[in-house]
């Protein structure tokens, strides 16, 4: 996975605050691209002290997530709240079955192919 260097975010979304520099970093996914690339996509899903999940996504400036600035697409950087169902559905895209054990445990649905 290639290293993004993370400026830490704080942000305040529906009278609520979401900070990469105090909330526990659960998981991070990138689509493989080095982070100096205008194509690099990066995400890491954290977890408050409450308990409330939240993505930081950086998107660089050729990818469907890039903002628009004066006509031009350039990176963004975003802080994006998260149900729990939508922390377990990105866990799942990603593979992790380790994070849906340890946080969603009574949502594990068994592969009835699997021995």
Request: hydrophobic content about 30%.
């Given at each position: 996975m290639p290293a993004i260097k993370l400026i830490y975010m704080k942000r305040k979304i529906k009278g609520k605050i979401y900070n990469t520099g105090k909330d526990f970093k659960v998981a991070e996914w990138s689509n493989g691209i080095k982070p100096n690339d205008s194509r690099c996509i990066y995400r890491a899903i954290y977890r408050t002290k409450c308990g409330r999940w939240f993505m930081y996504q950086y998107a660089g400036a050729k990818t469907e997530h890039a903002e628009v600035?004066?006509?031009?697409?350039?990176?963004?950087?975003?802080?994006?709240?998260l149900t729990g169902n939508k922390a377990l559905q990105y866990f799942k895209k990603w593979n992790r079955l380790d994070l849906i054990n340890r946080y969603f445990p009574k949502r594990i649905e068994l592969n009835p192919n699997h021995q």
């Open positions: 600035d004066k006509k031009l697409k350039v990176e963004s950087e975003t802080i994006i709240p």
